[in-house]
């Protein structure tokens, strides 16, 4: 019968505590949760979200890990290794949340790594890595911690608003340093390998019937602004022949976007996820419409294809429709493929336990996104309920938060063995 604290089976595996893992995911929960509709709001820098912070820091001091706050904010906890030359073995994820977001989130990952750290304490293990804990700032807000550590902040980023104030100021507020924050960059070759886990956002775990994702990389993602241009007038008096109409070409376009990811398959999706008009009254027809696209796929190749098939076929439709369409870049971000070193510790992992597992593509970006730049990656996910997120209805079973635990902390064991 398992004791208090992390235990080793029979067979030598070593199993986290499961009570204290839960224990800590159900308090965190509760910092920024609101009590009508069970939503979590620990926005970035908001008052919930440095009360997290706080809380935090306290759990990794008192699990013995030594404390800094780095120029863009991220907290890092570290546990010294028997070999103080090596770079260090990483685990991070986020404690902020979207509004109304749920309590796995980004919490589960960290929760998880704390879970780790008192288990290598109960179990008496020695790392010959530093082992590095953080907690990323703003992740939901476009990745800016974790940006931070690969030198790509800007003065847009820091002029970013949060509750009326810039990035700026909630830095001056921490006692940070805005115009320090190039000091937050993290070298390559400092860090022996970033690992992370997070819920997996989606579905396919669960309809298969699997415990653990081995994320093999995070999807290539762009993003569009597609502005169709026409002729306003009236919509009671203009006879249909003799419309320029924008809505009804962005209309054609809409789907298509739909049709052209459907023909191609495999892991690509696209969303157009806002629509705006002008001037947007009801007896008018549009001078403008505009749209955005959404477009991923692990496959920078297959992204390529699917934007040039949309480009001519957004043209024929502005030609066929007699009106003008233009397309301007929001975001382009590469994939980030999973070292294989780090997965083949993972897939090994998950082995080793018996859990069920499967390689599959991150359609969401993280933070582990950014690290990948610099250093050596690896994920899992673990199963959501439904499919859930950023609700308060998302839900991840403890045990199969624990399972992803395991995992972890026995990959973080290989990993410490294998890497030279």
Partial sequence: MQTRGAYRTPDGLPHVDRARLESTLLTLGEIGRNPETGGINRTAFSVADLEA?????????????????????????TLPGT??????????????????????????????????????????ISL????????????EGGLVG??????????????????????????????????????????EGEIAAYLE????????????????GVVEGIVALDEYEITVTGVANHAGTTRMADRRDPMAAAARMITGVREEVLRLG????????RLETEPGAPNVIPSVVRFTIDIRDPSRLVLGRALSNLHEHFDTI??????????????????????????QALLDAAARYGYRHKVMPSGAGHDAQSVAAIAPMGMIFAPSVGGL????????????????ADVLLQALLLLDERLP
């Fill in 389 to 404: 997120s950023h609700t308060p209805a998302e839900f991840t079973r403890i045990e199969d938060a624990v399972a992803s």
């Fill in 146 to 187: 974790s940006r931070g550590w690969i030198g790509m902040l800007n003065d847009d980023d820091l002029n970013r608003q949060y509750g009326g104030r810039t990035l700026r100021q909630v830095l001056r507020e921490m006692d940070l340093d805005p115009d320090d924050i190039d000091r937050a960059r993290r070298a």
């Fill in 266 to 273: 495999g892991n690509l999706v696209g969303t157009v996820g």
């Fill in 53 to 77: 912070r706080r809380w935090f820091i306290s759990k990794l001091e008192a699990a013995g890990l030594t404390i800094r706050i780095d120029p863009i904010a991220n907290i890092i906890g």
């Fill in 197 to 212: 886990v997070h819920i997996e956002q989606g579905r396919v775990l669960e309809r298969e019937g699997l415990q653990i």
């Fill in 128 to 139: 010959r890595h530093p082992l590095e804990i953080v907690s990323f700032s703003d992740e």
């Fill in 318 to 343: 502005a030609r066929e429709e007699d009106v003008e369409v233009a397309w301007r870049t929001l975001a382009q971000i590469p994939p980030a493929p999973a070292d294989q070193t780090v997965m």
């Fill in 83 to 124: 070999d103080p030359g090596k770079p260090s073995l990483v685990i991070g994820s986020h404690l902020d949340s979207v509004p109304e977001g749920g309590r796995f989130d980004g919490a589960l990952g960290l929760m998880i790594a704390l879970e780790l750290v008192h288990a290598i304490s109960d179990l008496d």
